[in-house]
């Protein structure tokens, strides 16, 4: 069973920079698919961006371009989302979730969650 733990998120001015960490223990990240999820106030869960086992990355959320970008190192089994040029509209709780091989955009698709970290970007 995969336990996952998130951190990094906070409090930013807009335009900021924030980067999330997704630390999975009592297994090994390799062979999982990381997505990472968010959740804004009075909102529905929605994908962001996720990586697969073979650092393919599915880009999931058209306002996060080029602003965003997710990566793993399996040797720490950790996964990250860098966050920049952060705005209002990014504040949310942000999941990391697991699942075998193939990124998903349905979080029902994702049988292993984090508790979530918030992320507040207000000035």
């Known amino acids: 069973q995969v336990q996952l733990v998130e951190s990094g998120g906070g409090l930013v001015q807009p335009g900021g920079s924030l980067r999330l960490s997704c630390a999975a223990s009592g297994s090994t990240l390799e062979n999982y698919a990381v997505g990472w999820f968010r959740q804004g106030p009075g909102k529905e869960r929605e994908p962001v961006l996720c990586?697969?086992?073979?650092?393919?990355?599915?880009n999931y959320a058209d306002s996060v371009k080029g602003r965003f970008a997710i990566s793993r190192e399996n040797r720490k089994n950790t996964a990250y989302l860098q966050m920049d040029n952060l705005q209002p509209t990014d504040t949310a709780t942000y999941y990391c979730?697991?699942?075998?091989?193939?990124?998903?955009?349905?979080?029902?698709?994702?049988?292993?969650w984090g508790q979530g970290t918030n992320v507040t970007v207000s000035s």
């Open positions: 979730s697991v699942r075998w091989y193939a990124c998903s955009m349905y979080s029902r698709l994702y049988p292993h």
């Open positions: 990586i697969n086992n073979k650092h393919e990355i599915s």
